[in-house]
């Protein structure tokens, strides 16, 4: 329980300091969320916690494959937010990423690239 309690801890911690730098620093802040630190730490228990490397290792593999399609809601978002507002933004941004996460799974397995 106790490294149960540790490891949110920690990784709460780490979304804590990046909301907090982006208060000061738009660039600092985007800068640090756009470090896989969510996925650093996440290999690390993986591997504290004896899982297998094949298992650690196809952790990171889907986690750059399904990173790839999130990437177009970074762009959408700016310009949708003086348009639509914060939360229909957010919104729209979810619908966005899940729609080409859903295409580029598409994409995907006609390369053998299995996501879904």
Sequence with gaps: MLWIITKYLI??????LVSELAKRSDRLGGLIAALPLVTILTLIWLHLEH???????NHAWYT??????????????PWLLPRLGFWL????SAVISI???GLFALIARRFGIELL
């Design 11 to 16: 990784t709460a911690g780490v979304v804590v």
């Design 51 to 57: 899982q297998s490397e094949q298992k650690i290792a």
């Design 64 to 77: 750059f494959w399904y990173v790839v399609p999130t990437l177009p809601m970074f762009l959408v978002f």
């Design 89 to 92: 933004t957010l919104l729209a």
């Design 99 to 101: 729609v080409s996460f």
